[in-house]
């Protein structure tokens, strides 16, 4: 499986942001599927992802309601819309995939995720 990421940038705090994932494999749709952020000095964290299929999307608390995340099994796409970026959002960010259905639990552990993309710089300036 390869995963390309693209869409990362700068904007200013406030501004939007909208990255994208394809992936390359066969059976997309069984795919979970997660965006993954590191900032410099920090760890991994999570920030979104799927189960499988995209019926259900799960968040983490500090870009509730700020992200967005769609996925498109048909085309194999995942993206991520960002709007209300904070400086605190400033982070590579990665998009990852693993074969396997994740419980609720782990889909936020970034060591459950097989495949990785190579990361989008995001930069959210004050």
């Known amino acids: 499986v390869q995963l390309v990421e693209s869409g990362g940038g700068l904007v200013q705090a406030g501004g939007s942001l909208r990255l994208f994932c394809v992936a390359s494999g066969r059976t997309f749709s069984a795919y979970t599927m997660g965006w993954f952020r590191q900032a410099p000095g920090k760890e991994r964290e999570f920030v979104a992802g799927?189960?499988?299929?995209?019926?259900?999307?799960y968040y983490a608390d500090y870009v509730k309601g700020r992200f967005t995340i769609h996925r498109d099994n048909a085309k194999r796409t995942m993206d991520l819309q960002m709007n209300s970026l904070k400086p605190e959002d400033t982070a590579v960010y990665y998009c990852?995939?693993?074969?396997?259905?994740?419980?609720?639990?782990?889909?936020?552990?970034?060591?459950?995720?097989?495949?990785w993309g190579q990361g989008t710089q995001v930069t959210a300036s004050s």
């Open positions: 990852a995939v693993t074969g396997r259905l994740l419980i609720i639990s782990t889909l936020r552990d970034s060591g459950q995720y097989d495949y």
């Open positions: 799927f189960r499988s299929s995209g019926a259900n999307s």
